[in-house]
């Protein structure tokens, strides 16, 4: 079993940053890549970000490419995004993620999840 804690949600002005992080414990050699997620209310949850188990993948969805960086220090098993330009748009609630797959996708299975933490841009 993987235990995910995510930090460093917030409210922030638009056009601010925010750095989240996610620090896994347990079964940690047991899980390959990472993801963020979010959901907005009234929305469904939505793929922001993912990250190769060794660091050197990265996938994004449209909406986060140029502005959220994600990127994992796997000493200390945490995992960060970076949120740059934020706009209001980007309030959520914001889930870590982990799946047994290398380099995961946003089609990848992630059967482990944080409990999440929230993200508020005003405008």
């Known amino acids: 079993q993987v235990q995910l804690v995510e930090s460093g949600g917030g409210l922030v002005q638009a056009g601010g940053s925010l750095r989240l992080s996610c620090a896994a414990s347990g079964r940690t050699f047991n899980y390959g890549g990472t993801g963020w997620f979010r959901q907005a209310p009234g929305k469904e949850r939505e793929f922001v970000a993912a990250?190769?188990?060794?660091?050197?993948?990265?996938d994004y969805s449209d909406s986060a490419r140029g502005r959220f960086t994600i990127s994992r220090d796997n000493a200390k098993n945490t995992v960060y995004l970076q949120m740059n330009s934020l706009k209001p748009e980007d309030t959520a609630v914001y889930y870590c993620?982990?799946?047994?797959?290398?380099?995961?996708?946003?089609?990848?299975?992630?059967?482990?999840w944080g409990q999440g933490t929230q993200v508020t841009v005003s405008s």
């Open positions: 993620a982990a799946t047994f797959e290398s380099r995961p996708t946003v089609s990848s299975p992630w059967p482990y």
């Open positions: 990250i190769s188990r060794s660091g050197g993948n990265t």
